[in-house]
């Protein structure tokens, strides 16, 4: 870089653009928060309102309409409980969980935490939404190698697509 703050790059001058250190006021200034009054933004709310519809919507369909969620029979008859789980983990890792997890950093709901206290709660929302994640894809299985007769597990493209997500 010369002293004028240009770099050559194939021949081209370009002015140069220093990075933004990462401060709490490179945050506030990002727009993830309101440098006025340090409150989370109204997209952070709408995030946080879609996982949570997710989640109610399928909890309703779940409770309402394919009897709710339990463990498989001993006899392997009807595994449609346990794997009623499957849905309700999967959207809770990933609909809440981990949008919560990326908010909880970018968007938090105190905005008097400190850049550690942001971290810490990212960091530990994240491994409980990997631990839903891993256990809605076990209830998947089990449900599956229970049934009589079993049902063969990683069979359609949701099941590959599923994988590479986890």
């Given amino acids: 870089m010369s002293s004028d703050g240009h770099v ?12 933004m250190p990462l401060t709490d006021d490179a945050f506030t200034a990002t727009g993830a928060r309101s440098a006025a009054t340090g409150s989370t ?7 946080r309102g879609c996982g949570l519809a997710s989640l ?10 394919l009897g709710g969620v339990g463990l498989a029979a001993p006899d392997g008859s009807s595994t449609d409980q346990l794997f009623n789980w499957h849905p309700i983990l999967m959207i809770t890792a990933f609909a809440v969980l981990m ?5 909880a950093y ?3 709901w105190q905005s008097s935490f400190s850049r550690p206290q942001r971290k810490k709660i990212h960091w530990i929302v994240h491994s409980t939404a990997l631990f839903c994640g891993l256990f809605g894809v076990l209830a998947a299985y089990k449900s ?9 597990n990683f069979y359609s493209p949701h099941s590959f697509i599923g994988s590479a997500a986890i």
């Fill in 8 to 19: 050559l790059i194939l021949g081209k001058k370009l002015r140069a653009r220093r990075a």
């Fill in 41 to 47: 933004s109204w997209l952070g709310f709408a995030a």
């Fill in 56 to 65: 109610l919507i399928v909890s309703i369909w779940i409770h309402g309409y």
């Fill in 99 to 103: 949008t919560e997890a990326v908010l």
């Fill in 106 to 108: 970018k968007a938090p």
């Fill in 144 to 152: 599956h190698t229970l049934k009589v007769p079993p049902i063969p």
